[in-house]
């Protein structure tokens, strides 16, 4: 079966006869490089945890006894930077027309350096004895 191409000027009217409101694209981006951020902090902690003991420890005491482990404090700091993150730039770009592109390249290039910095032969390497 051949599928059809759509034509965009028919696609697009189709949206307008919706009657949808126009919505500024700031709290898309926010939340995109919220995220970002979010991994890039426990990524952070990832590796700042293998290089000092006493912050491992600090880290792993966030468990709670909830037999996560040592992931725990972890993921704990990286939701913390990533719903503080949300916070803020949600209510500084609540109205303003961004350019999603853009922000969606650097939360994701955040967001890349995060889960390198949490790959075992990256953050190994600043193990502390």
């Given at each position: 079966m051949k599928s059809e191409a759509r034509?965009?000027?028919?696609?697009?009217?189709?949206?307008?006869?919706?009657?949808?409101?126009?919505?500024?694209d700031g709290p898309g981006a926010a939340v995109m490089l919220a995220a970002g951020i979010g991994i890039l902090v426990t990524g952070v902690f990832t590796l700042l945890a293998e290089a000092s003991v006493p912050l491992h420890d600090w880290l792993e005491s966030l468990d709670?006894?909830?037999?996560?482990?040592?992931?725990?404090?972890k993921v704990i700091l990286g939701s913390l930077g990533f719903f503080v993150a949300w916070a803020i730039f949600g209510y500084a770009w609540r109205a303003k027309e961004l350019d999603l592109r853009r922000w969606f390249w650097i939360s994701f290039a955040l967001g890349v350096v995060g889960a390198v910095l949490m790959f075992p032969p990256v953050f190994q390497i600043f193990t502390a004895e």
């Amino acid at each position: 079966m051949k599928s059809e191409a759509r034509d965009p000027v028919v696609e697009a009217s189709e949206v307008d006869a919706l009657g949808l409101e126009e919505r500024p694209d700031g709290p898309g981006a926010a939340v995109m490089l919220a995220a970002g951020i979010g991994i890039l902090v426990t990524g952070v902690f990832t590796l700042l945890a293998e290089a000092s003991v006493p912050l491992h420890d600090w880290l792993e005491s966030l468990d709670f006894d909830t037999g996560v482990g040592p992931l725990a404090g972890k993921v704990i700091l990286g939701s913390l930077g990533f719903f503080v993150a949300w916070a803020i730039f949600g209510y500084a770009w609540r109205a303003k027309e961004l350019d999603l592109r853009r922000w969606f390249w650097i939360s994701f290039a955040l967001g890349v350096v995060g889960a390198v910095l949490m790959f075992p032969p990256v953050f190994q390497i600043f193990t502390a004895e």
